[in-house]
């Protein structure tokens, strides 16, 4: 997943340099998120139940049809393949008709269920016909029946959705200027769900090029369109190739529509084209270095700060993340002290650490760990405002996945920039406060959990403790909180680092001349 030589990611800045380090944790968060799509409302594939075109004879019809037995659905869908193929065939009066009849009943069938029967229909040789419908020339009804049957074979399994290889390159062409509003929505809708499968339909698709038409489908205002384009596109350039992301920033008017649509666009349109920044940001630095140049920081933090809705503050939330992840150059550009917009990136992230959703704590969580990573002033602006205290509450009450973005968060506040793999400068102010507010025990928790990385993080900050407490306190304090148990556990631990950490964290400050020193009670 490395790209421009960024093979690192910006998580581990506690014993390491904070540089231009930061590209594979992006990258990783946005295959993380693409999962996580697929299994929410927001799914990486999406039946069309309601045409592009508004067709009001398109319905989920009623309860009797939904629970409908699937054999009789797919009997059903056999039979209108039949249908379609003496359509096709047939040249005499009223052909035209005949085969949009026979295509508006298959795509009835195929929109009827939440489980359409795909795999009948495609056993019944439906694709070759629906892409003879395709062809140039034909009615827009046709047309917009026959992609509608698409979109809906390629909403199912990874080998159904690779039936589709044969229409792909008409699918394409009908996103053209040439093609009706409603058929260029429908023919995209079929590409996103394409996209959505995995990374070798996307090559396909790339290498067909589909990127630049479905791109000049997001620059106009009419929102249906837009929005279904924008969603296809963040399918197609999902990675891990940065490729389509970079192409895609370079297409013209395309930075314009997104701060366009960012700015103006209703929610449900706005959260589509902010996935579309999600993984511009997370794939591409050059697309990243472009978006950065540009106002939508700014409008970020706008939709941040007045908008309640979930679907959209999520892929917001982590664009943000992904601009201020980027090369310390680039944090040091987007977050200026005193600026006003650096002010209001905290205060939106204070919004997110207090909602109620545990997803939004949790990227809150991580935008602030990077920013924390960042120069002493970015430790600075975290550690004087409101974040602070509720960064020390969710250490200790939060899921462990918030906890551990939490510590980074905590621990990177702790230490200044350093070069190289040299030790940690230690902010002995930031420490001893954090210490004096409780955050010890939190830390140490994580050295007994089972995850690697958590123990790594606990162990580190261990270590920042036993040194760089003032008076020598690092080793009673920790004692105190069991930190020395915690540590023992590593002794024969199959990890050679976390043994060889914790064994001489223990053998340097808890050694035979350990307590000798200090008079008893």
């Avoid at 370079?250 to 959260?271: C, N, S």
């Avoid at 200790?396 to 030790?423: H, M, W």
């Amino acid at each position: 997943m490395a790209d421009d030589g960024l093979t690192h990611h910006r998580r581990d800045p506690i014993k390491s340099s904070v540089g231009n380090v930061a590209a594979q944790r992006r990258r990783q968060n946005a295959v993380t998120v693409g999962k996580e799509r697929r299994e929410s409302l927001v799914r990486a594939k999406r039946l069309c139940r309601v045409g592009t075109s508004g067709d009001s004879e398109v319905s989920i019809d009623n309860d009797m049809m939904i629970d409908e037995e699937q054999s009789i659905l797919e009997t059903q869908a056999s039979s209108a393949v039949e249908e379609l193929k003496s359509a096709v065939v047939y040249q005499g009066k009223g052909a035209m008709q005949k085969r949009v009849s026979a295509l508006r009943e298959l795509r009835r069938i195929l929109s009827r269920s939440e489980f359409p029967p795909i795999e009948a229909s495609l056993k019944a040789g439906a694709i070759s016909f629906l892409v003879q419908c395709l062809s140039f020339g034909s009615p827009d009804e046709q047309l917009l029946e026959a992609a509608w049957c698409l979109t809906n074979i390629a909403a199912g399994k990874q080998e159904e959705t690779k039936a589709l290889l044969p229409a792909l390159p008409l699918l394409i062409a009908h996103l053209g200027e040439k093609s009706s509003l409603p058929v260029a929505e429908q023919c995209a809708w079929a590409l996103g769900n394409v996209a959505g499968e995995g990374d070798e339909l996307r090559n396909i698709l790339l290498s067909q090029g589909a990127l630049p038409p479905l791109a000049r489908m997001m620059l106009p205002n009419k929102g249906s369109t837009v929005r279904t384009a924008a969603w296809a596109l963040s399918n197609l350039i999902k990675g891990p190739d940065p490729k389509a992301a970079t192409e895609l920033i370079r297409v013209d008017g395309v930075v314009e529509a997104i701060l366009r649509h960012l700015k103006k666009a209703d929610e449900e349109l706005a959260t589509e084209v902010a996935w579309v920044v999600v993984y511009l940001s997370a794939l591409s630095n050059i697309a990243t270095s472009i978006l950065v140049k540009s106002d939508v920081l700014q409008l970020l933090v706008e939709r941040l700060a007045t908008s309640n809705s979930l679907q959209l503050l999520i892929p917001v939330l982590r664009s943000l993340g992904n601009l201020v992840a980027g090369d310390s150059n680039t944090s040091c550009a987007i977050l200026v002290p005193g600026h006003e917009i650096t002010d209001k990136v905290i205060e939106v992230l204070v919004k997110c650490l207090k909602s109620e959703h545990r997803v939004l704590k949790k990227e809150a969580a991580w935008v602030l760990s990077n920013i924390a990573a960042g120069s002493v002033e970015h430790k600075q602006l975290i550690y004087s405002s409101m974040a602070l205290a509720l960064l020390l509450r969710l250490l200790s009450t939060a899921p462990f996945d918030i906890r551990k973005e939490v510590a980074y968060v905590l621990g990177n506040l702790c230490v200044a920039p350093t070069q190289g793999d040299e030790k940690p400068n230690l902010i002995q102010e930031h420490l001893v406060s954090l210490i004096g507010r409780g955050c010890l025990p939190g830390f140490i928790d994580l050295v007994r959990s089972a995850d690697p990385e958590a123990a790594r993080l606990g162990l580190q900050f261990m270590e920042l403790v036993l040194r760089g407490m003032p008076n020598g306190e690092g080793p009673k304090l920790v004692e105190l909180e069991d930190g020395i148990d915690a540590m023992e556990r590593f002794q024969f631990h199959e990890n050679e680092d976390l043994r060889n950490m914790a064994n001489g964290l223990v053998d340097k400050y808890f050694g035979e001349d350990y307590g000798l020193d200090v008079p008893t009670e």
